[in-house]
């Protein structure tokens, strides 16, 4: 429960960052996008040295607060800086190479932070619970399928 409230933080602080960078002007857009993306870590820093849950739901706004802030500022200097002609198109490769690493870096982390020494601490279900709770485990099939031979405990 206490990480969802602070995944709650995260969406209060990237709706507060996307009102606030809509009633703003800024006379430099592109440096204060800039100087946004190093507090976008805030979340995993704060994860990733294991700090109480307290200090994870105001680091999880403040990067909400970032994100939210940055994703105005971006789609407000895409849409002035880009032709209306291939707006649709640059918005298409921004968004393919913004998601296309991600897969990626999920299947990399855990064995990366295991050769780096640091335990790996999910706020999540362990894969093989959910796996278990699938029905995939020791009763064999997929939830509904029929068990395969010999795979029901004795």
């Known amino acids: 429960m206490p990480r969802c409230r ?86 298409a490769f921004d968004l393919l190479g913004s998601e296309a690493g991600k897969p990626v870096g999920y299947a990399l982390a855990g064995p990366i932070g295991v050769a780096v020494g640091r335990p790996a601490r999910s706020p999540c279900v362990p894969w093989w619970r959910a796996w278990l709770a699938a029905g995939l485990g020791r009763r064999g099939g997929a939830a509904g399928m029929p068990p395969t031979p010999g795979s029901w405990p004795r």
């Open 6 to 91: 602070a995944a709650s933080g995260w969406q209060f602080g990237a709706v507060g960052g996307q009102f606030a960078a809509g009633r703003i002007r800024l006379a430099r857009p592109g440096i204060v996008a800039a100087c946004l993306v190093p507090v976008m870590i805030a979340e995993a820093l704060a994860l990733g040295l294991g700090a109480p849950v307290a200090v994870v739901a105001a680091a999880t706004a403040v990067t909400g607060l970032a994100m939210g802030v940055y994703a105005v500022i971006f789609q407000a200097m895409m849409q002035t800086a880009v032709p209306g002609t291939v707006l649709a198109r640059v918005s």
